[in-house]
């Protein structure tokens, strides 16, 4: 059973003392799991038990992080909706994967309360609604097991194959979409994401992007936490306020847009720890005059919400199109173009187009990858879900929309005729 919550509270048991989430209130990892266990407890106490959804959207990384692993100690599944969801988007995320409960902060909720049917528990952050519960009298209880004896390592029990999160990002074109994950995947990007960059004792990481952004939330949040190293939240996310954090805080590492990237390498503010983030889409639109390309040895990771990330890229990958170096257990293959099968089912046979090894030359097809971070699908999105989720010998691989070709036994990006409506990293 990979029960990701049961890695986090294994760290926090070798980890008591030392400080989980940096800045101006810091928190060690006894008090960020005593904060979960009253969390997990109020929801406990409103009936909501495993399997139950429960709406995150908070722009506090420290709020949020209490809020998503007391989720998860309930056996709950958190779904992570970001800070600039309107209303509707909200209501539409609530609806779509039946909500149960919702954790908010700064935002009148009479509306959102209103249009959805089975929401039943509301808890408030720094509101003036006077609506749900207030956020500290929530977290007033006697935790999971209610008898005011704690043991601390109280976990409600999910498999591998269990819902673990649903991360919304916002799709210009067709609105919200929900995207689900396992135990397992989050388990996977954890692992990874203790590891990127990180080496020693030194275990920083600045958030430069929102803890709602399923990358900054796998390899980010989760990573550090998992690690038992520091995450360092900042009030806001421009290039001067990251190069102040980086100048003044013993920061070993941050994930940032490619905007966030150029900026800081005019402030002269980029390190081997600022790590730029990109979408395999952008692939073929990385212009050899861009600021990101000056440092011949910068590697930029590549990642979507719906495969973690999977491969990254230096200057001269991007100049020859090659695709780059896969991390370890992510696979890239070429898929012949379709995926327009029968939208009740999840998935659709695909045929490989060749092999690296096999089709050395040629070999023209669509961009997939199959890894431990993959999602399970869509939330309420079977047509899109057919046509994104590839099975290939019952493995699961996510099309990128990306045309590529077969070179000297690798993988060459030639064009994006044909791209899906599957961005990346937000910003």
């Avoid at 008090?31 to 407890?41: K, M, R």
């Avoid at 779904?79 to 039946?98: G, M, Q, R």
């Avoid at 960059?197 to 980010?220: K, M, V």
């Amino acid at each position: 059973m990979t029960n990701f919550v049961r890695s986090i509270r294994d760290t926090v048991m070798r980890n008591q003392r030392t400080v989980a989430i940096g800045g101006s209130e810091p928190m060690t990892f006894s008090e960020l799991w005593s904060a979960t266990d009253a969390f997990a407890g109020g929801l406990r106490r409103r009936d909501l038990s495993a399997g139950d959804a429960v709406g995150v959207h908070l722009s506090s990384p420290r709020t949020f992080a209490v809020a998503f692993y007391g989720v998860l100690r309930n056996g709950c599944v958190p779904v992570t909706i970001p800070s600039n969801f309107d209303d509707e988007d909200i209501t539409a995320a609530l609806t779509e994967t039946n909500c149960t409960a919702l954790v908010v902060d700064k935002r009148r909720i009479m509306g959102i309360l209103a249009d959805v049917d089975e929401l039943r528990v509301a808890i408030t952050v720094d509101s003036d609604g006077g609506l749900g519960i207030d956020w500290s009298a929530f977290l007033d209880n006697e935790g999971m097991n209610g008898s005011g004896s704690r043991t601390g390592i109280d976990v409600v029990g999910r498999g591998s194959t269990e819902l673990g999160l649903i991360a919304y990002e916002r799709r210009d074109e067709r609105g919200p979409v929900g995207i689900a994950h396992t135990h397992s995947s989050l388990h996977a990007g954890a692992s990874v994401g203790s590891s990127i960059i990180f080496s020693g004792e030194s275990r920083t990481h600045l958030g430069s992007l929102r803890p709602t952004d399923p990358i900054e939330l796998a390899y980010g949040l989760n990573g550090t936490i998992r690690s038992g190293g520091q995450y360092l939240p900042v009030n806001r996310r421009d290039a001067e306020t990251i190069s102040t954090a980086i100048e003044s805080s013993d920061v070993d590492r941050t994930f940032v847009t490619p905007s966030q990237y150029g900026d800081l390498m005019s402030l002269g503010a980029v390190d081997e720890g600022v790590v730029p983030i990109r979408s395999p889409r952008a692939t073929t639109g990385d212009s050899a005059e861009s600021p990101t390309d000056t440092n011949e040895d910068v590697v930029h990771l590549y990642a979507l919400p719906e495969t973690g990330i999977t491969h990254g890229r230096t200057t001269a990958h991007r100049k020859s199109g090659l695709l780059g170096t896969t991390l370890p257990d992510v696979e890239a293959r070429l898929l012949e173009f379709g995926g327009d099968g029968d939208e009740s089912e999840l998935g659709g046979d695909a045929a490989m187009v060749g092999d690296t090894a096999g089709e050395p030359d040629g070999g023209v097809g669509e961009v997939a990858f199959a890894g431990p971070s993959t999602m399970s699908g869509y939330v309420e999105r079977p047509g899109l879900t057919e046509r994104t989720v590839a099975v290939v010998d019952d493995r699961f691989w996510i099309r990128t929309g990306l045309t590529g070709c077969y070179r000297d036994g690798a993988i060459y990006v030639t064009g994006t005729e044909g791209i899906r409506s599957t961005p990346g990293v937000s910003g």
